[in-house]
């Protein structure tokens, strides 16, 4: 198992080409290389030209950091048909960069429309008719997060459509912050998954269904909203021995292709101490259940 920081706290601060570096004064010894303006975008081409992928190589080669994971959120389950074909054609850029990274996973998210999900499913698995040869071809493993406001967002029935694609190269993404969104039932979804969960992102949340429901209030009421965070670990409500013996019961720490990501993103202004933090108590936790 490959442990990686998520830079995103620090896109603000620092430059694509300081992460490397960045990450090693942190204590990484990989990283996960998320949507950057400079770099894969959101939704959009991507923007790094074949100088600026070699670049960051050679960035991450001088820092002694490691790719663990290339994240693109591209718009590919789109029930707009317009938006689906030119994210399977930003795919194929982003699949070109993996391979030029020397990097072998891909994690990303579902990316269709809650309120039209039956179109988007259509549209997920159009383009992966389209594109699962090419990740087969490279060598390419993609890891799929249900993720909070899209077409799939309860756990079992993402582990379903990945199983549905029917290839070896498609597999699961647990983001523990999402856990409330998912189901709730994160042992339930661990053990479904065996093999398939090969990433996990790591951060904490409140239990936004607490409280009645009225832990978080959004006006007028019956807003179509997802609400969740993404805290340093013992912020929120997540059960984090169950999570990483969770872990631990379907082999996940003594498997080489799996990687967990410290992914904290409310807490900015002292980014440096939690992403500490979050690896040191990471740790404890595998240790304590390896």
């Known amino acids: 198992m490959k442990i990686a920081l998520d830079p995103t706290p620090f896109h603000h601060s620092h430059s694509l080409l300081e992460f490397p570096r960045l990450v090693a004064e942190l204590g990484y010894e990989y990283l996960q290389l998320t949507p950057h303006r400079d770099f894969i975008p959101f939704f959009n081409h991507p923007r790094a030209d074949d100088a600026l992928v070699a670049a960051f190589r050679k960035a991450c080669a001088d820092a002694g950091v490691g790719i663990a994971s290339v994240l693109p959120v591209l718009r590919w389950s789109g029930p707009d048909e317009d938006a689906r074909e030119a994210a399977v054609r930003y795919w194929k850029r982003v699949i070109q960069i993996t391979v030029d990274l020397g990097v072998n996973v891909i994690n990303t998210e579902f ?41 799939v967002e309860d756990g079992m029935e993402a582990l379903r459509i990945i199983r549905g694609v029917n290839s070896p190269n498609i597999g699961m993404v647990c983001v523990a912050c999402h856990t409330y969104h998912m189901g709730g039932n994160m042992l339930d979804i661990m053990r479904a998954a065996g093999d398939k969960l090969r990433l996990v992102h790591v951060a904490d949340t ?10 978080y209030i959004t006006n007028p009421p019956g807003n179509p909203v ?27 720490y003594d498997r080489p292709d799996t990687v967990m990501v410290s992914s904290v993103f409310a807490e900015d202004e002292n980014a440096d101490e939690v992403s500490r933090y979050q690896l040191a108590t990471m740790t404890e936790y595998v240790t304590k259940y390896r």
Do not use: C, T, Y
Not at 114 to 138: G, W
Not at 206 to 215: E, I, W
């Open 226 to 252: 997802r609400v969740h965070q993404h805290l340093k670990i013992g912020d929120g409500d997540i059960n984090w021995d169950e999570f990483f013996s969770g872990l631990a019961e379907i082999g996940f």
């Open 111 to 151: 990316s269709g429309r809650p309120e039209r999900a039956e179109e988007s499913e259509r549209a997920f698995f159009r383009s992966m008719e389209e594109l699962v040869p090419i990740f087969e071809r490279e060598g390419i493993d993609v890891r799929i997060d249900p993720h909070p406001d899209d077409f």
């Open 206 to 215: 409140m239990d936004h269904h607490a409280s009645h429901g009225l832990r």
